[in-house]
């Protein structure tokens, strides 16, 4: 079945700083590729997500790429902010597919120092 | 996107018992998935479950300990049968909503003592 990594597992930036997220997948099958946000008590947030027949999306701060031969993907905050510091989550789906469920990386924590 | 409502949202149970989680949707949906988060953790897929069949279920869960009810295209129940200790954790329903992608009810609490 699928699995995700991501790396790092902490990550601290001076605020204004970019920080960026790396993770990877195994199953070549999956098409769609989320990331959420949970902040400390609250359910996990989609920020944006990206599919397979796209490299790149960008939504105002954030943006994320997909090398699809290389099974990579990752996030990239641009002009973080002490709002920003939270639990980021990738994941993986074969959206649309008989097989179709998340698979969730490990998390990355977050800290944007003020 | 979808509104998700759970409950309980979160409760103290006794090691043996059982407790079912209920999940709500404002909409119909096909597919509705549950997951567990273990303090500090990740989200691990529990099962997934169709209306009007049975739930499939991940690696190292069976429906003996988590059974599942699919009742309606709006409704979800799981179980989290004869509790230890080891069960406490978050619980979640999720939802998948097409271009809006995968939305997550607020969770269920559970600490088992």
């Known amino acids: 079945g699928e699995n995700v990594e991501q790396h790092p597992s902490t990550l601290s930036v001076q605020e204004g700083d970019s920080a960026v997220i790396k993770c990877t997948y195994s199953d070549s099958a999956s098409n769609y590729f989320p990331w959420y946000k949970q902040e400390l008590g609250k359910r996990p947030q989609l920020i944006i997500d990206i599919r397979s027949n796209v490299g790149e999306k960008k939504d105002q701060r954030i943006a994320v790429t997909l090398n699809k031969t290389a099974k990579h993907f990752s996030l990239h905050i641009t002009e973080t902010q002490p709002e920003d510091s939270a639990v980021y989550f990738c994941a993986a789906s074969m959206s649309g597919t008989s097989y179709d469920k998340v698979i969730f990386g490990p998390g990355t924590s977050l800290s944007v120092i003020p | 996107s979808a509104v998700i409502s759970q409950k309980p949202s979160r409760d103290i149970c006794q090691r043996g018992t059982s407790l079912t989680i209920q999940c709500q949707v404002d909409?119909?949906?096909?597919?509705m998935f549950w997951y567990r988060q273990q303090p500090g953790q990740s989200l691990t897929l529990i099962a997934t479950?169709?209306?009007?069949?049975?739930?499939?279920?991940e690696s190292g869960f069976v429906i003996d300990k988590f059974p599942i009810s699919r009742p309606n295209l709006t409704f979800s129940t799981l179980t989290v049968s004869n509790m230890s200790p080891e069960d406490s954790s978050i619980y979640l329903c999720?939802?998948?909503?097409?271009?809006?992608?995968?939305?997550f009810g607020s969770g269920t609490r559970l600490t088992v003592v």
């Open positions: 999720s939802v998948e909503e097409g271009v809006y992608g995968y939305t």
């Open positions: 479950a169709n209306q009007g069949s049975e739930a499939t279920y």
């Open positions: 909409s119909q949906v096909t597919m």
